[in-house]
């Protein structure tokens, strides 16, 4: 939300900024985290996911941060340029008023080709305000030593495998392996500090307030000329706006790859073990991502993540795990080793912290459904798929129908064994029936007869191996009597009329079981064990598919009401963490795609439904 802020007393910052702490900048290749300190304590350079050179959400000590803050006591609120990823953290003293403002430069068309540049340009717009900075890089995860060459007005601090470039039009002076600068602004001043990604000869010269003053009114008109293209103008747009633009933050342009979360192992419960590196694609989550998009109007997303697909991902590619991984690098590589790194603390102690993922090599036959889906929307909304996406399609399709009764690890990505779940079940039929759409509508070659037959089985194995008489609802997995919040997509998937008396049953016992004040939790860990220990908070993407399961039921006074609880569990400025705490804190890895995709849509359907 551009125009609220959250309210933060620098004269005595906690050790750990909250996640929800934070706001998000980027340049459609890396991203920063920026708390409502004005602290940058996470950044990778020059991508998604290289190491960290600002780590310090991960580790207070030894993970680096960049501060900037006023010198003095003060309290601050955050908000972002309207309609834009520029982000104005504002800092209020007893004696006047100073603001940061935080953006990576961007205008899309250069987006692969432009030097990596974080400006952060700090302006003094009532009395006066002293301010102080400390720029402390810990390369490699905190792992890299590094070295400070300080020369007037530029610091070049240059580690094993990654320099970069500090300028400032203030003095800056050395403080051990870190820079650090006073100064103070009269009402009308603006200083800008500049970090840029250093590959060796001279280091770049220093950016000045006419230089930062044009690449700011460039990256605003950039971010505003993209939002121009949304087609929505219901109740919420001011959300679905916010959440379009993080969404649109995550992708990389170089490939048309989205990440899941520009961020690793911020914890799902605190102090626990489930932190998971999540900066990676996700074949669900960047469907999921290009559907979010394509109903709002956004194509060219779409079409860069279909040539992603084109490009990285062969059907001809049989592993163990079926002819897809779950996940590729966002330059499309397919070997994401999980890797604990033991030096790092972790957010308030939750350990480990990870990079890398093995969940990389599960099977989750999902996935087939999520990426043909978003295929065929392509084709249905965007252009037709050429003769090439096609015949990966009907690989696909083709693999599908010989393999989909095997058990797998599910959306959800269990570590404590194969299951036979009944989402993957459906995401399967899904599968095969947009497939079988796309061939009937453009006259494409295909198997119909399989395919027919296959989607059919595939329905009855649902209705009734799925079914469960005494609980009356869809259970998580067959031959069991566990509930799942997966089995939300089943109306919205298209696969049961949203008022079956099956389902409306189905939604009941969720409500009963996982639903706590709109809030869903994805399943009991205590009745379905996934191989990990602790406990986790709501699963804000259940949360979001409860509303459009509601809504699709009739049932809008409970939707609109569960919506609006929700929209009170974002932060500050509109972002959603992946989960929700007990207490309503934020957890997991921040902000989390998943989540803005399907706010998007509950928004959409909702807003839609009530006319």
């Known amino acids: 939300m551009d125009g609220t802020a959250r309210e933060r007393d620098t004269a005595a910052r906690p050790r750990y900024t909250p996640i929800a702490d934070h706001g998000l900048?980027?340049?459609?290749?890396?991203?920063?985290?920026?708390?409502?300190?004005?602290?940058?304590?996470?950044?990778?350079?020059?991508?998604?996911?290289?190491?960290?050179?600002?780590?310090?959400?991960?580790?207070?000590?030894?993970?680096?941060?960049?501060?900037?803050?006023?010198?003095?006591?003060?309290?601050?609120?955050?908000?972002?340029?309207?309609?834009?990823?520029?982000?104005?953290?504002?800092?209020?003293?007893?004696?006047?008023?100073?603001?940061?403002?935080?953006?990576?430069?961007?205008?899309?068309?250069?987006?692969?080709?432009?030097?990596?540049?974080?400006?952060?340009?700090v302006l003094c717009v009532r009395g006066s305000v002293p301010f102080t900075t400390r720029v402390a890089p810990r390369f490699g995860y905190g792992a890299h030593p590094h070295t400070v060459r300080l020369t007037g007005d530029v610091a070049v601090f240059a580690s094993r495998d990654l320099s970069l470039a500090l300028t400032s039009t203030v003095p800056l002076e050395a403080a051990g392996a870190d820079v650090r600068a006073d100064f103070k602004l009269a009402e009308g001043d603006t200083a800008v500090l500049t970090l840029d990604q250093f590959d060796g000869g001279a280091p770049p010269g220093r950016c000045e307030c006419g230089e930062a003053e044009r690449e700011f009114a460039a990256t605003v008109a950039y971010w505003r000329r993209w939002l121009s293209s949304s087609r929505y103008r219901g109740r919420w747009r001011e959300m679905v706006h916010r959440s379009a633009?993080?969404?649109?933050?995550?992708?990389?342009?170089?490939?048309?790859?989205?990440?899941?979360?520009?961020?690793?192992?911020?914890?799902?419960?605190?102090?626990?073990?489930?932190?998971?590196?999540?900066?990676?694609?996700?074949?669900?989550?960047?469907?999921?991502?290009?559907?979010?998009?394509?109903?709002?109007?956004?194509?060219?997303?779409?079409?860069?993540?279909?040539?992603?697909?084109?490009?990285?991902?062969?059907?001809?590619?049989?592993?163990?795990?079926?002819?897809?991984?779950?996940?590729?690098?966002?330059?499309?590589?397919?070997d994401l080793t999980e890797q604990e790194l033991g030096h790092l603390e972790g957010h308030h102690g939750s350990v480990p912290v990870r990079i890398g993922n093995a969940a990389a090599d599960q099977l989750q036959l999902d996935i087939y459904g999520a990426l043909v889906d978003s295929v065929y929307l392509y084709d249905k909304w965007a252009e037709p798929v050429s003769s090439e996406q096609w015949d990966h399609v009907t690989a696909l399709v083709d693999w599908v129908c010989a393999h989909w009764d095997q058990p797998d690890e599910g959306i959800w990505e269990t570590r404590g064994g194969r299951q036979t779940f009944l989402y993957s079940r459906l995401m399967c039929w899904v599968a095969i029936e947009r497939a079988i759409r796309m061939a009937n509508r453009r006259g494409l070659p295909a198997d119909l007869a399989r395919w027919q037959a296959s989607r059919d089985t595939i329905y009855r194995r649902i209705m009734s191996a799925g079914w469960s008489a005494a609980r009356q609802a869809f259970m998580q997995h067959e031959d069991g009597d566990v509930l799942d919040a997966a089995v939300l997509m089943m109306p919205m998937a298209k696969f049961i009329a949203p008022t079956d008396p099956k389902w409306l049953s189905t939604l009941d016992s969720l409500t009963e079981d996982l639903v706590s004040d709109s809030l869903v939790y994805r399943y009991d860990p205590r009745t379905s064990p996934d191989g990990l220990h602790g406990a986790e908070g709501t699963f804000s993407i259940c949360s979001f598919w409860y509303v459009e399961a509601l809504t699709r039921a009739g049932r809008l006074d409970e939707a609109a009401l569960a919506f609006e609880k929700m929209l009170t569990y974002g932060n500050h400025l509109g972002l959603y963490a992946e989960q929700i705490g007990h207490t309503g804190e934020q957890l997991g890895n921040f902000p989390q795609a998943f989540t803005h995709l399907s706010l998007i849509s509950a928004a959409f359907n909702l807003d839609r439904a009530l006319g």
């Open 25 to 121: 900048i980027g340049d459609l290749r890396s991203a920063a985290l920026v708390g409502t300190d004005g602290t940058i304590d996470w950044y990778c350079c020059p991508s998604f996911d290289s190491p960290s050179v600002f780590a310090a959400i991960l580790d207070a000590e030894r993970g680096g941060c960049f501060e900037l803050a006023a010198a003095v006591p003060a309290h601050t609120k955050q908000f972002y340029f309207p309609d834009t990823n520029v982000l104005i953290t504002r800092f209020f003293t007893g004696d006047g008023v100073g603001e940061v403002q935080d953006f990576i430069p961007t205008d899309g068309e250069s987006a692969t080709e432009r030097p990596h540049r974080l400006i952060r340009r």
């Open 245 to 334: 633009l993080t969404l649109k933050l995550l992708t990389y342009a170089p490939t048309g790859a989205i990440v899941a979360a520009p961020t690793t192992s911020l914890p799902e419960d605190i102090g626990g073990e489930r932190n998971w590196d999540y900066r990676y694609v996700w074949v669900r989550d960047a469907a999921f991502c290009v559907y979010a998009l394509l109903r709002l109007g956004f194509t060219e997303e779409a079409e860069a993540f279909m040539a992603f697909v084109s490009r990285h991902i062969s059907p001809g590619d049989h592993k163990a795990s079926g002819p897809l991984q779950i996940m590729y690098g966002i330059d499309g590589r397919t």
